[in-house]
């Protein structure tokens, strides 16, 4: 059987609370789930797979359709996020339109939150729930016989107009069983970041969920266990992507330091393999130390992204992040120290917060004085807490986040958290918290003198062009 899957375009992206030159100084990231996906059938199935990265390419639905139709898939996939969806339903209609005959099956957060709403779309015809792989290889193994369907775990279908969810697979305990991400299959020179200083970059998970329980993230209601990948399977991919020639990876952990006898391992395994390759992670400021910062910069770590959200000790302790001011200063000294760059996340305008705490974040972020911040306006997603609380408070008006499921439009602007500031004060407050963070001359004059390549100074240089324009 003949597999296309397709990571859609973003024409019709949601807007997001971001300055709109803000939004757009992006990178491009490989769609990490359908490279999976591909993998895992290459492994276990003889079906023939092609991925379709229409972001990285910058391809118009006209090319898209034209590829769509020169290549006559049997099947085609795509990966389904809410903040995608109309780009993905137009992708499902472009299919319909080639040939009826053409299967098409979406996955994704999405599709975990809002199923039914989902799979009553035109032209949806099977949904995979959770973690995909071996789901979708089920599905496309007997996709041909609907009646087996109904044996299957982690898929939704219709029979005979009925909608049938088998519920949710359990998930896999045993990552490294999982081939790497089929990277070969998409165009991976191509792939970069506005942070990096060389190209081409790619992405990499070496776990899957969190342990933690924030307001505003959907992994504790999606069930998300934590779950990571040994050290020795972690440096294998990583080799593997040297082997490529790709020069950085992101590591996408939603924690990378959780465990931190495996991160300890994983440097130790790069050192003994001389790897020379550049790496950054994600994690929380309470979950590092000296001897670990310094294991993670030898091993060829160069930047940390902490996610500390606010300056003040009462909107961390609302936002359920079990973090304290004092140990956020003591990270970043530390960071800073052994020479690690850092990026930091704030949010401003969540629950109970005063313009008065908006401005004490701003300043702390300045005394922080990471080596970038990435700051958003606090908005309730799908499946969180926080979301729900909203509802709950009569804060946000209805759940219209499952009326768009439902009926998709580009005029859809999502509501923020307006307790004591309107969506305007708040849009204005990040525009002076972005100006007064990153048009500091000190700053400015900082990062010129970091500059160490020509690609890193086109990188920068275009988000400084963005940032001048907010």
């Not at 091993?299 to 959200?309: K, L, M, N, P, S």
Request: aromatic share 10%; net charge positive; hydrophobic share 35%.
């Amino acid at each position: 059987m003949k597999v296309l899957l397709i990571n859609p375009p973003i024409f019709n992206l949601i807007p997001s609370m971001l300055p709109k030159s803000i939004d757009e100084s992006r990178g491009y990231n490989p769609p990490l789930g359908l490279l999976y996906l591909a993998a895992y059938l290459q492994k276990h199935s003889n079906h023939q797979v092609k991925m379709l990265d229409c972001q990285v390419e910058e391809l118009n639905y006209k090319q898209i359709k034209d590829i769509i139709q020169k290549d006559k898939p049997d099947v085609v996939g795509l990966t389904t996020m809410t903040f995608t969806l109309i780009d993905v339903f137009k992708i499902v209609q472009l299919v319909k339109e080639i040939d009826p005959e053409i299967k098409v099956v979406l996955g994704g957060p999405h599709i975990d939150i809002y199923p039914m709403e989902t799979i009553s779309q035109p032209g949806v015809g099977y949904l995979v729930l959770g973690e995909g792989e071996k789901p979708f290889k089920n599905l496309l193994d007997e996709i041909d016989h609907p009646k087996r369907l109904y044996q299957i775990k982690g898929i939704v279908f219709k029979d005979e107009g009925k909608v049938i969810n088998t519920g949710r697979a359990e998930f896999n305990r045993d990552l490294d069983s999982l081939p790497f991400p089929a990277r070969s299959l998409t165009p991976y020179q191509k792939y970069f970041s506005v942070l990096s200083k060389v190209q081409p970059v790619t992405t990499m998970f070496t776990s899957r969920g969190c342990p933690y329980k924030c307001l505003f993230c959907d992994r504790p209601q999606l069930g998300k266990i934590f779950r990571a990948r040994s050290a020795k399977n972690v440096v294998d991919e990583i080799e593997e992507c040297q082997k490529m020639g790709i020069k950085e990876i992101l590591i996408y952990d939603d924690t990378f330091t959780v465990n931190r006898q495996r991160v300890v391992a994983i440097c130790q395994e790069i050192k003994e393999r001389k790897l020379e390759i550049g790496w950054d992670v994600r994690t929380r400021p309470d979950t590092v130390d000296k001897e670990l910062l310094i294991n993670m910069k030898k091993a060829g770590c160069q930047r940390i992204h902490y996610g500390v959200e606010a300056g003040t000790q009462k909107i961390l302790n609302v936002l359920r992040k079990g973090i304290t001011l004092e140990k956020v200063k003591e990270t970043f000294r530390l960071t800073k120290k052994i020479g690690l760059e850092i990026l930091a996340y704030f949010m401003i305008g969540s629950p109970t917060e005063t313009k008065g705490d908006i401005l004490q974040t701003i300043k702390f972020a300045k005394k922080l004085n990471p080596d970038f911040t990435h700051i958003t306006i606090t908005t309730p997603f799908p499946a969180t807490d926080l979301y729900r609380l909203g509802i709950e408070q009569k804060i946000l008006p209805y759940d219209y986040w499952r009326e768009f499921a439902k009926n998709p439009l580009p005029t859809f602007v999502p509501y923020i958290w307006e307790e004591h500031l309107t969506k305007e004060e708040l849009s204005q407050l990040l525009k002076y918290a972005y100006r007064s963070f990153y048009l500091r001359p000190s700053y400015i004059f900082k990062k010129l003198l970091k500059l160490t390549s020509w690609e890193e100074f086109k990188n920068k240089a275009e988000a400084a062009r963005q940032l001048i324009k907010v």
